[in-house]
């Protein structure tokens, strides 16, 4: 559909007012072969190195991030895979306690099921992974972001009749948008983070810290100047619980979140209620548009 900038957007203006909208999400996942980290990159070996670089996220990382949005207040809007959840429930259940959204995200981060000539195998992967996180003691979950974003032409129809209402396998945007499928309309919840995302900018080009920081200011600097102006504004920071979980991180997670906190007319949500509202305020607007 048409950008803000093109003057189709319906003009929302989120809860209280405000113009600027912000979410922090955090992954936790599980992997059955390697982790997004790996030393020599065999593709027909079991990385175990690897795969104890993604264990630092239950082990840790998890506990240190949720102390961190305890102190700012934050809720998170947490994509857990169903392995994860089915071998480590105590995460899940505490991220539950303290409010986060609690969203699917396939079964294991390093295999993807979500594929346009297996119907039947999706399907199934969206089952088994909803399962899993219920059990583990989270609400039903109603938004679903694919491991590595690897939706199928059939996924956005599949979460919709199984009772999801938004899908983050989009960079398309600046703002939540809305998608018709044949089982009733579904809110895109795009990248947003991609400029201040832990693996994007710090772990997989080895960049040192500052640089998440300095992406981060900038990306935060002009929305919200456009928020002033007028516009309706959202971003997200982007972290894993096995990497930005890390001390190393943790400063430059703190330093986002303090600069954040500096400006007024700002809505914290978790991805959840940005769909809500926008589900909300644009379906209506926008019927018979995708």
Same mark, same amino acid.
């Not at 203006?13 to 059955?32: H, K, L, T, Y």
């Not at 949720?66 to 998170?76: D, P």
């Not at 396998?169 to 991609?194: C, E, H, K, Q, Y």
């Given at each position: 559909?048409?950008?803000?900038?093109?003057?189709?957007?319906?003009?929302?203006?989120?809860?209280?007012?405000?113009?600027?909208?912000?979410?922090?999400?955090?992954?936790?996942?599980?992997?059955?072969?390697?982790?997004?980290?790996?030393?020599?990159?065999?593709?027909?070996?079991?990385?175990?190195?690897?795969?104890?670089?993604?264990?630092?996220?239950?082990?840790?990382?998890?506990?240190?991030?949720?102390?961190?949005?305890?102190?700012?207040?934050?809720?998170? %809007?947490?994509? #857990?895979?169903? +392995?994860?959840?089915?071998?480590? =429930?105590? *995460?899940?259940? !505490?991220?539950? @306690? &303290?409010?986060?959204?609690?969203?699917?995200?396939?079964?294991?981060?390093?295999?993807?099921?979500?594929?346009?000539?297996?119907?039947?195998?999706?399907?199934?992967?969206?089952?088994?992974?909803?399962?899993?996180?219920?059990?583990?003691?989270?609400?039903?979950?109603?938004?679903?972001?694919?491991?590595?974003?690897?939706?199928?032409?059939?996924?956005?129809?599949?979460?919709?009749?199984?009772?999801?209402?938004?899908?983050?396998?989009?960079?398309?945007?600046?703002?939540?948008?809305?998608?018709?499928?044949?089982?009733?309309?579904?809110?895109?919840?795009?990248?947003?983070?991609?400029?201040? %995302?832990?693996? #994007?900018?710090? +772990?997989?080009?080895?960049?040192? =810290?500052? *640089?998440?920081? !300095?992406?981060? @200011? &900038?990306?935060?600097?002009?929305?919200?100047?456009?928020?002033?102006?007028?516009?309706?504004?959202?971003?997200?920071?982007?972290?894993?619980?096995?990497?930005?979980?890390?001390?190393?991180?943790?400063?430059?997670?703190?330093?986002?979140?303090?600069?954040?906190?500096?400006?007024?007319?700002?809505?914290?949500?978790?991805?959840?209620?940005?769909?809500?509202?926008?589900?909300?305020?644009?379906?209506?607007?926008?019927?018979?548009?995708?």
């Amino acid at each position: 559909m048409p950008s803000e900038f093109g003057g189709a957007r319906n003009p929302w203006i989120w809860p209280d007012g405000n113009r600027m909208a912000f979410s922090v999400g955090c992954a936790f996942e599980a992997f059955e072969r390697k982790s997004q980290y790996g030393i020599y990159g065999d593709a027909n070996k079991t990385d175990h190195f690897s795969l104890s670089y993604g264990d630092y996220g239950w082990k840790a990382g998890a506990w240190r991030l949720f102390e961190l949005m305890r102190e700012y207040g934050i809720k998170m %809007s947490m994509s #857990v895979n169903g +392995l994860v959840a089915e071998r480590h =429930p105590e *995460v899940v259940r !505490e991220a539950t @306690k &303290d409010g986060y959204e609690i969203v699917g995200h396939g079964w294991a981060n390093d295999v993807v099921k979500m594929r346009d000539e297996d119907p039947d195998g999706e399907r199934e992967e969206i089952r088994r992974s909803t399962e899993a996180l219920m059990k583990a003691g989270a609400e039903r979950p109603v938004g679903w972001t694919s491991p590595g974003s690897t939706g199928s032409t059939n996924t956005l129809n599949f979460l919709r009749e199984a009772g999801y209402i938004w899908n983050g396998d989009d960079a398309s945007d600046d703002l939540p948008f809305v998608r018709s499928t044949p089982s009733g309309n579904i809110v895109m919840m795009p990248r947003a983070n991609l400029a201040q %995302s832990d693996i #994007v900018v710090w +772990l997989n080009p080895r960049n040192p =810290p500052s *640089v998440l920081w !300095e992406g981060f @200011k &900038d990306t935060f600097d002009t929305l919200y100047a456009e928020a002033q102006n007028g516009q309706t504004r959202w971003t997200e920071l982007g972290l894993h619980c096995h990497i930005g979980g890390r001390p190393t991180l943790v400063p430059t997670i703190r330093k986002c979140l303090d600069y954040v906190k500096q400006h007024s007319g700002v809505w914290y949500a978790r991805k959840r209620d940005i769909a809500e509202w926008a589900l909300e305020h644009d379906a209506p607007a926008l019927a018979g548009v995708s």
